[in-house]
């Protein structure tokens, strides 16, 4: 695309598509001062994200289901109260070079139940760099534990 | 639909513009900043500490487009290790934000910057620089729990966008 003006309606958003990302934490367990990248994920890195959110089960409100079964195992979904132990780094690549755009993110900012407003992303992110860090352990989500996102892009 | 053309694809070409509406927030990068509370008396004002980040050539390095706190309800801790301040004691907050010896937002309650609590509100700001070592928080009452710190997450742009 070259020499175009690109508006983008951010006021009424578009879905065009979405997925599903989980990162998964086998029975070894969670620490703090380590980085869990994500998987590398092509849709992610081919195109813009426009939308991104984080879920966790509750047995009071909708949110993601008890267990998910990804690959033949079945992991416990992240609860809210670990929710709030998890921070997250999204990264792109420049020039060659990692950068950090979102730089430990609370997980918090990507629950879609406290929040009518929608943020809006214009973000280029290389999936096999960008990681979640916990902020504290341990958790209280029995293991193997899942953490759902739902990622959207344009 | 963007095509798929190199893994690590320049997003646009340098002659096109992405146009986006200034009264709506588009979030292109974001950092989690922690301020420690060390002045937990009534009255203590705890100033914003340096960052390399957000102003690595002084104020203006980037330009601001929002914000918003947490609570440890939300981020139990800080990146120090410090508990994120409670609930409780966020009542008892207040934010200023300074630019040029203008206090442009003074003494904003802390609470009122939780967007969990606000229908997920996030605040914006108008593209503002703003001089992150003269900014601070003050506390508004006693009683302050120790070894606590606030949260901000800023949303901005590089000033060079």
Same mark, same amino acid.
């Given at each position: ?87 997250? *780094? ?25 929040? *009518? ?11 096999? *760099? ?25 | ?36 509370? /060390?002045? /937990? ?23 601001? %487009? ?24 966020? /009542?008892?907050? %207040? ?67």
């Amino acid at each position: 695309m070259s020499g175009k003006v690109v508006v983008l309606d951010l006021v009424k958003p578009v879905l065009h598509n979405s997925k599903p990302i989980y990162m998964r934490f086998d029975v070894a367990g969670v620490s703090t001062n380590k980085k869990y990248f994500f998987e590398r994920d092509q849709d992610l890195d081919e195109n813009w994200i426009t939308g991104i959110d984080a879920a966790y089960y509750s047995n009071t409100a909708w949110n993601a289901p008890q267990q998910i079964t990804v690959g033949g195992v079945t992991y416990n979904t992240i609860t809210q109260a670990d929710l709030a132990k998890v921070v997250v *780094s999204f990264t792109t690549v420049e020039k060659g070079k990692v950068k950090i755009k979102m730089r430990k993110c609370p997980l918090s900012f990507f629950r879609r139940d406290l929040t *009518s407003e929608r943020p809006r992303y214009t973000l280029a992110i290389d999936s096999g *760099s960008s990681y979640l860090e916990f902020m504290e352990t341990p958790l209280a989500t029995a293991l193997p534990m899942i953490i759902p996102f739902y990622f959207c892009w344009d | 639909m963007q095509t798929k053309a190199n893994k690590y694809r320049t997003p646009v070409s340098k002659d096109s513009q992405i146009i986006i509406p200034r009264n709506d927030l588009s979030i292109d990068c974001s950092y989690q900043f922690e301020i420690p509370l /060390t002045n /937990t008396g009534q009255g203590g004002k705890n100033q914003f500490p340096r960052n390399d980040i957000l102003n690595p050539k002084g104020t203006g390095s980037v330009l601001f %487009t929002g914000w918003e706190v947490y609570t440890r309800d939300f981020l139990v801790r800080a990146e120090s290790g410090n508990n994120v301040v409670t609930p409780a004691d966020a /009542t008892k907050l %207040t934010v200023t934000l300074v630019f040029k010896e203008d206090e442009f937002v003074y003494q904003f309650p802390y609470i009122g910057l939780i967007s969990a609590l606000n229908y997920g509100m996030i605040r914006r700001l108008d593209r503002k620089q703003i001089d992150i070592t003269k900014s601070y928080i003050t506390v508004m009452d006693a009683g302050l729990a120790a070894s606590q710190s606030a949260v901000i997450n800023w949303f901005f742009i590089p000033s060079n966008q």
